[in-house]
């Protein structure tokens, strides 16, 4: 199965620590949780990213990874829609962050399937680092620059 992440230089994009969340938290996970965030396609790994830059702090352009793991249902949990925290789309929902500190410690799925909150028909796929046998499981298989596209940047000029 291939997923894909967007990093913010070359050097980067071959990080699968999930140290960017773990210094910082996500939606996910709280800061001091490993996680690394994916995205089922590479358009959604794009607009997943753009979401947390200003217009100002864009770089000219990012890096876009081909992550491959295997391609077994047992590894990977869905989230059935039943299991969503209420307003989980709500950035700092503490119970989201608190069930996905939840399945990392656990370590009983490579990974879980979670709906995007940008575009809730597609999906996000969140690593755990922490699972046995995780860097023999994930793997880069291409990194390409991609640059930005002026037109999915709005500024503000008021």
């Known amino acids: 199965m291939l997923l894909y992440r967007i990093a913010k230089t070359e050097a980067r ?12 938290g996500g939606r996910w996970n709280s800061a001091g949780t490993y996680m690394l965030y994916t995205s089922e396609n590479s358009s959604l790994a ?16 990012l890096y876009i990874s081909v992550l491959e793991i ?3 249902p047992k590894l990977i949990h869905t989230l059935s829609d039943k299991d969503y925290p209420k307003n989980w ?15 990392i410690n656990e370590k009983a799925f490579l990974g879980i399937k979670v ?9 996000n796929y969140l690593l755990n680092p922490l699972f046995p046998g995780y860097h023999d499981l994930v793997k880069v298989n291409a990194v390409e620059s991609l640059p930005i596209d002026s037109r999915l940047i709005k500024v503000n000029k008021s």
């Open 115 to 123: 709906r995007s909150a940008v575009n809730t028909k597609e999906y």
């Open 70 to 72: 295997p391609d077994k």
């Open 13 to 24: 994009s071959t990080d699968l620590s999930g140290m960017g969340a773990y210094k910082f």
């Open 46 to 61: 794009y607009l997943e990213s753009l979401m947390h830059f200003e217009a100002h702090l864009i770089p000219p352009s």
């Open 89 to 103: 789309q709500q950035i700092g929902n503490r119970k989201a962050q608190e069930q996905g500190d939840r399945w």
